[in-house]
């Protein structure tokens, strides 16, 4: 019997708005101000310093790592609250979440910092509806959400993967991944490129199919 409906964040409950805000114009304005260079150039530099160490290493997520790096005087995490209300979710997301949270305990399964998804989730007053936030690089220090991280979830909640539904937007990380535990898994592609009977265009549908 289905106990835990799992959601990924962003690109699933939150559209990217929050953090692309933050990473690709807040830092680079900040860095630019500090460091007394034009705007341009900021970006430049700081586009071409995240791709050199990848979305495949923990220190890609992690603010404190780049504003040590770029010599940001700034608290980070008050600089997130700066850029809150670039927050934006899906629309059917709440209506969604109040009648599913009637008959199941949510909870979210993030690569996101939980810095980032707590803002989000105070802003959008959604906090209410989720039992549980696990975020792979700020609770397992994992940096994708590979099938050891819904394992360690399942041992957190004491639930047998059969327990669980999961949903994302990630092919990968949020579809074969869990499924590989005997998760049941469902692979959300707003953009509509791709059927299957395990592909939801967006969260009404996954409704309806569980």
Known sequence: M???ISFDFDGTIAKHTFADAFWLEGVPALYAKQ?????ETAKKYLFEEYEKIGDNRIEWYDPGYWFDRFHLQTDWKKMLLEYRNNVEIYPEVPSVLKRLSKNYSLIISSNAKKEFIDV????TKLRTYFDKVFSSTSDFHTVKKVTDFYAMICKKLNISPLE???VGDHKEFDYLSPQKLGITSYYLDRKKNT???YVVSDLKQFEKKI
């Open 120 to 123: 989000q989730l105070t802003q």
């Open 2 to 4: 289905i106990k835990i």
């Open 195 to 197: 059927k299957g009977q």
């Open 35 to 39: 460091h007394h260079v034009d705007g």
């Open 164 to 166: 669980m539904i999961h």
